[in-house]
């Protein structure tokens, strides 16, 4: 249930007190509450409105009213995109920002997690990593993969018609296609899988709070804004927390658990003391752990919108009446259509060359142009898109103070190019799908590429193109980066350096975004969590 001011006295206590219900967060919050011995508070920001604009994943093309639902963070402007600034939606909500994303599934390569244990997380490996995968999925006719889980995933129901001739044009020029592309282990393309069932989301709260909505021992407080972390003698006991102005303590007799996200959790922790020294005191705030790497390596998948004119009919028209009116019978009567849509029709991983080691392009596609703000979807041109991303970009942003009042949103550097390899490999992307685009049988329903509209043997147009339209893919993450490392947030164990009883688990703590969506690999750190809280000895405080 879902507790009101009045039904959480200042001082009550708890076993463990997880800050945010989103991928992670309740995740953590089920599976500690498995344990009838142990009680758990678990605190959002947002509120707990079961929407049918998320419930139905086309649905969310109709949200005007964010600020409802959503973070709306105001970037910095970026220097290595022409001094652009983006607002950066993150969930706020039960369900965090897995009730409000592209409703995609995707695991990434092995060798992203082989990557993140090369770099000093110990215990992160695939082979450690893809039991709690197979945990958390419920995957029929998918075989090799996890079949009981809560995480209903399932392949995309209604590809558009030209999907499979995309799949073809890209398996002529190397890139396999397969069945299940989250049992790729190299270059690959195929359908999206989503989270799903019945052609409704599946997002973090309705997979893990739903069915433990009714256990005594989860307590769930919702619009609640945390001011900090309380600590007393280096340990982490409580939280300062306000709900409508009126303001509580909550204390924790185990362990404090941060799910806020790559943005919340590395901005909870410097409003708690937790951060580089010297931005804190210039901010005002007594320094309780000098960990330099709060808030730093920042980065996320640059991604742009290559378009096409196409025969076929495509979304672009998906709010005249007639197409809305076919979307929702086709929905009611089936469960298909573009209702069921995700944010893309395909995954692929590529080679930006064929002397790259490992794929280090990440692919999307759909049918629709540049997605933002819905404006593709006013068009009577039948657009189709071809989406080149970085599996693992070099370029780093940054989250600082703006200021001690936890109701300021902290500074965001994207920093989204500012490595110039992010671009070259960019220019190679956009020119290898243009490749398939131009291989048949794709290139038979293609009539036109729309943007862009040059030549693209031109480096330095196209370096321009780039630079001005690369956005984000909504993936932050590494802001408390875990490893081994005295320099990490957080050591391998999750633990936060410098106190005790301190927990960081989101994707703030992952070192390098692995090659696809950050969902799946959310609700692994969620599931490997609640594990590593419930070992003999976790709370010894980490230097």
């Known amino acids: 249930m879902t507790f009101t001011v009045e039904a959480l006295p200042s001082g009550d206590e708890y076993d463990y007190i997880i800050v945010g219900a989103g991928s992670a967060g309740c995740v953590i919050a089920s599976r500690l509450t498995e344990d009838p011995k142990v009680s758990v508070l678990l605190i959002e920001s947002g509120g707990s409105e079961r929407n049918w604009k998320f419930r139905i994943p086309g649905g969310q093309s109709f949200v005007k009213d ?40 995707a695991i990434g390569l092995p060798r992203d ?13 695939w082979r450690d990593v893809e039991p709690f995968f197979r945990r958390a999925e419920r995957c029929p006719g998918l075989q090799g993969r996890g079949q009981s889980g809560p995480v209903h995933v399932e392949i995309l129901r209604s590809p558009h018609r030209s999907t499979e001739d995309l799949i073809a044009s890209a398996n002529a020029v190397g890139i396999q296609a397969v069945k299940d592309i ?17 052609g409704l989301r599946q997002d973090s709260a309705t997979a893990y709070l739903r069915p433990a909505w ?21 340990q982490a006991s409580g939280l300062q927390l306000s709900v409508h102005d009126k303001h509580f303590a ?74 809305l009116a076919l979307s929702g019978l086709q929905f009611a009567l089936a469960r298909r259509g573009q209702a069921t849509s995700c944010a893309s029709h ?10 790259e080691q490992a794929p280090d ?49 902290p500074v965001i550097d994207p920093n989204l190019l500012g490595d110039h390899d992010d671009v070259i490999r960019l220019m190679r992307g956009v020119r290898l799908v243009d490749r398939i685009a131009q291989t048949r049988p794709f290139s038979d329903r293609v009539m036109r590429r729309l943007s862009p509209d040059f030549d693209l043997s031109d480096d330095s147009s ?31 164990r999750l633990r936060v350096r410098g106190v005790g009883h301190l927990t960081v688990a989101d994707a703030s703590v992952i070192p390098l975004v692995t090659s696809g969506n950050l969902h799946a690999p959310t609700v692994m750190i969620g599931e490997r969590a609640a594990e590593l809280l419930r070992e003999p000895g976790r709370f010894t405080p980490i230097r």
């Open 66 to 105: 964010w600020g409802r639902y959503a973070w709306l963070y105001r970037t910095e402007s970026d220097p290595s995109r022409n001094d652009r600034t983006e607002t950066w939606r993150r969930g706020r909500i039960l369900g965090g920002s897995s009730s409000i994303n592209g409703v995609i599934y």
């Open 113 to 125: 997690f082989d990557l993140w244990a090369e770099m000093g997380a110990s215990g992160w490996s």
């Open 182 to 198: 989250n049992l790729a282990n190299s270059d690959a393309i195929g359908i999206a899988q989503t989270n799903q069932l019945s």
């Open 214 to 234: 009714r256990r005594r021992n989860l307590r769930i407080l919702t619009h609640a804004r945390v001011a900090r972390v309380i600590f007393d003698q280096g």
């Open 250 to 323: 909550v204390k924790a007799r185990r362990e404090i658990v941060l799910s806020a996200g790559a943005i919340g959790s590395p901005h909870l922790l410097m409003l708690s003391g937790i951060g580089p020294a010297q931005q804190l005191q210039a901010h005002g705030i007594a320094v309780v752990a000098d960990s330099l790497s709060v808030g730093s390596n920042l980065h996320d998948h640059p991604e742009l919108y290559i378009e096409y004119e196409v025969k076929d009919r495509t979304y672009s028209s998906a709010m005249q009446w007639h197409q």
């Open 346 to 355: 395909i995954l692929a991983y590529a080679r930006s060359r064929p002397e």
């Open 361 to 409: 392009l990440l692919l999307f596609s759909g049918p629709w142009g540049y997605l933002e703000d819905n404006f593709t979807f006013q068009s009577r041109v039948n657009t189709y898109s071809l989406s080149p991303s970085l599996c693992h970009p070099r370029s780093r942003g940054r989250i600082a103070l703006r200021s001690p009042d936890p109701r300021e949103a």
């Open 462 to 492: 196209l370096e321009a193109y780039i630079r001005e339209n690369a956005s984000i893919c909504y993936h932050a993450c590494g802001t408390c980066r875990m490893g081994d490392d005295p320099s990490s947030v957080v050591d391998s």
